[in-house]
């Protein structure tokens, strides 16, 4: 990043009529809290790559064992909580509005860290200097969001494209240990789409990956009959589950709620 913080124009994300003055309270809240936090979603991604498209909310990382203390700061100043799962996510209400407090990736289990911290990326935005998601960890953010509601890999090759040599590929791929299939193919995907730009993804692990899978070919499927696809949409891998006799890795319900309950 540059000394001096690029100026996100609020209004051309198009932000729910009246809220401006919301995220601007809430972000200056945020920063008086002392609680260490990072703007993620669509404002991260401008930061990144310069795209600005419509966004309904905020959502904001931090570690898990901070969220408390986050969400009881804003309790503390008349905002409303909701705790929406308390593996992952909670809420801060004023009307309305809100935004999200996320401290874990929902499906694969990938908690926010102090290594989400280690580099220092930030905007201008509603009146505040705020710090936004590294490009390492708002890949990992996207990875596992693949299903027929919203599919986020143009935003993962993206990311790729205009932030390749600021990306710690060593700790991405240690954080996806356990799925490195999906990170290959999030790789195979962006070699698709740019295929002159091959060599923004490091060879060693391209090769790695690919090795992985040629290795992995020559083994005997598992003992127990698993289904992963909930990993990626929690909805439309149900039925393998409910019917067909996987076993689930997820553990959660068949829908996510993000409007508030009646």
């Given at each position: 990043m540059t000394d001096t913080p690029p100026v996100l124009d609020a209004s051309a994300f198009d932000p729910p009529?009246?809220?401006?003055g919301f995220y601007t309270d809430s972000l200056r809240l945020l920063g008086e809290s002392g609680v260490p936090y990072l703007l993620s979603g669509t404002y991260a991604l401008s930061c990144h790559t310069g795209i600005i498209r419509p966004t309904k909310d905020m959502d904001v990382f931090c570690k898990a064992g901070d969220a408390p203390r986050l969400l009881a700061w804003f309790k503390q100043h008349g905002y409303e909580i909701e705790v929406e799962d308390d593996r992952w996510i909670g809420k801060v209400w004023q009307g309305e509005h809100f935004f999200d407090v996320i401290y874990n990736l929902s499906s694969a289990s990938i908690p926010v860290t102090e290594d989400w911290f280690r580099d220092t990326y930030e905007v201008e935005i509603y009146g505040s200097i705020v710090p936004v998601t590294p490009p390492t960890e708002f890949i990992?953010?996207?990875?596992f969001i693949q299903d027929r509601y919203r599919y986020d890999g143009a935003d993962v090759a993206h990311v790729i494209l205009k932030k390749h040599d600021e990306?710690?590929?060593k700790r991405l791929l240690a954080t996806m240990e356990l799925q490195w299939e999906v990170l290959l193919i999030h790789l195979l995907n962006f070699r698709f789409i740019y295929p002159t730009e091959r060599d923004c993804v490091p060879r060693w692990l391209f090769d790695e990956l690919i090795d992985r899978a040629r290795l992995q070919a020559d083994l005997p499927p598992a003992n127990v009959k698993v289904c992963r696809g909930r990993?990626?949409?929690?909805r439309d891998y149900l039925v393998d589950i409910c019917d067909w006799g996987?076993?689930?890795?997820?553990?959660k319900g068949l829908e996510e709620q993000h409007e508030r309950k009646a």
């Open positions: 009529p009246n809220s401006q990992l953010s996207k990875l990306i710690d590929w990993l990626l949409s929690p996987f076993a689930d890795v997820v553990g």
